[in-house]
């Protein structure tokens, strides 16, 4: 039976799936695409005319702390330092509520909606100062928004745990209580190695991935990588461990960067780099020629490692600005790594929706079958997209509508 022979819920006409290819209609069941095909003669309970957008699955967010997102009012920023921010967000996570973190959350999960994001991972800093206040509050935000998008939960231990053991046993709790994943920050632990064995036990007794905050300065022979690679591999956990920032990548000869791919790729760690976060903080020290601290993902794809590249932080002291757009996030990056041709720009949508979906093990490829979340651009295709920070026009989650930015109209005088 041809797709013009059947009935549909839904069926969205006219829009492209690959860079400049032929017009084809997308027609859904329930939840699920029933069929993908050029000029679908059937009725549906909904029609709706793509007038030759791009239809994905959407965009994906693999790092944001939504916790502490538009704080900047309760924050100083005088030095612009990572160690600032770290300071200034552990005076203020001390007088969070519960309806104020689910407040400013909701914010952020709106705009990261319009903009087109169908999935993110958050992390939530669980501590003797933040308390479970924020869990709950975002515990609520994930399952409030699920209409939209998919929010997974990591347990987050930003300001250590051999100096502070109680945290341990906090984020062991949280992770009985419904965190989909755990997450550490060697950096701020006086014993950084112990600290990634920590996380992993967590990992370990609860069977979820982890994800840490990682080698977060330009210091490439600082590096707290070979103990997360070797924990990894002496855990099985290929496929489930994730890395964000790792700036020191940005400041290593080629030959030595590779290498790092190469391990990072047999071990099946995954990396995702935060252009808006890492270039404010990182070369405060120079006064000319400021370095750029962003990981060369592009590079490290290239070598098989997954790679995304991700929101972070969102109005704070780490990031004082943002939108929760990753399309303008994407084209961020492909300005800092200087990149230019159409297959590097498919590459760098690629670390925002594709790729970055292969880290929770999920496709954001729209084929008959799969479900029916569906996004429209304002564009020919995915390397249009980067280039000209294509505008969002709608979205459907598992076949119903989610959002609407409308189509844009100009009033010229008659």
Request: charged share 25%.
């Amino acid at each position: 039976m041809s797709a013009s022979d059947q009935q549909f819920d839904l069926i969205i006409r006219n829009v492209r799936i690959a860079e400049g290819g032929d017009f084809v209609d997308v027609a859904v069941r329930g939840d699920r695409i029933a069929a993908i095909e050029s000029r679908i003669r059937c009725d549906a309970v909904s029609d709706v005319d793509g007038e030759g957008s791009f239809a994905f699955g959407g965009f994906v967010d693999t790092h944001i702390h939504l916790d502490k997102a538009c704080i900047l009012d309760r924050c100083a920023i005088c030095e612009g330092t990572l160690s600032e921010a770290v300071q200034e967000v552990a005076k203020a996570k001390v007088s969070f509520k519960e309806a104020d973190v689910y407040s400013r959350a909701a914010r952020v999960v709106e705009k990261a909606i319009s903009h087109g994001t169908t999935r993110m991972r958050t992390f939530v800093e669980i501590d003797p100062r933040a308390g479970f206040r924020s869990f709950e509050a975002i515990k609520r935000i994930r399952g409030d928004y699920a209409f939209a998008i998919d929010i997974e939960i990591c347990a987050f231990a930003q300001d250590g745990l051999t100096n502070e053991p109680q945290t341990y046993d906090m984020l062991d709790a949280a992770l009985a209580d419904g965190a989909d994943l755990v997450g550490g920050c060697p950096y701020t632990d006086p014993s950084p190695g112990r600290h990634v064995d920590m996380i992993f036990a967590l990992a370990s007794k609860h069977d979820v991935p982890v994800d840490f905050h990682l080698d977060f300065s330009l210091d490439p022979d600082r590096t707290d990588l070979p103990d997360v690679i070797d924990a990894t591999l002496r855990h099985g956990w290929q496929g489930r461990v994730s890395i964000g920032h790792v700036t020191n990548l940005s400041a290593m000869p080629q030959a030595q960067l590779l290498a790092i791919a190469d391990r990072l790729a047999r071990a099946g760690i995954a990396l995702a780099v935060l252009p808006a976060t890492d270039l404010f903080l990182m070369g405060r020290g120079q006064d000319r020629l400021v370095p750029r601290g962003v990981a060369p993902a592009h590079l490290l794809a290239r070598r098989g490692v997954v790679t995304s590249i991700a929101t972070n932080n969102i109005l704070n002291p780490f990031t004082p600005y943002g939108d929760a757009s990753l399309i303008r996030m994407a084209n961020l990056y492909a300005n800092v790594a200087q990149l230019s041709r159409d297959e590097d720009m498919a590459l760098v949508f690629d670390m925002v929706s594709g790729m970055a979906a292969g880290q929770f093990d999920s496709s954001t490829r729209l084929q008959a079958g799969g479900e029916a979340t569906i996004v429209l651009l304002d564009s020919a295709g995915p390397s249009t997209a980067v280039r000209e920070i294509a505008r969002v026009i709608a979205g459907w989650k598992r076949g119903r509508k989610s959002f609407d930015n409308g189509r844009p109209m100009l009033h010229k005088p008659i």
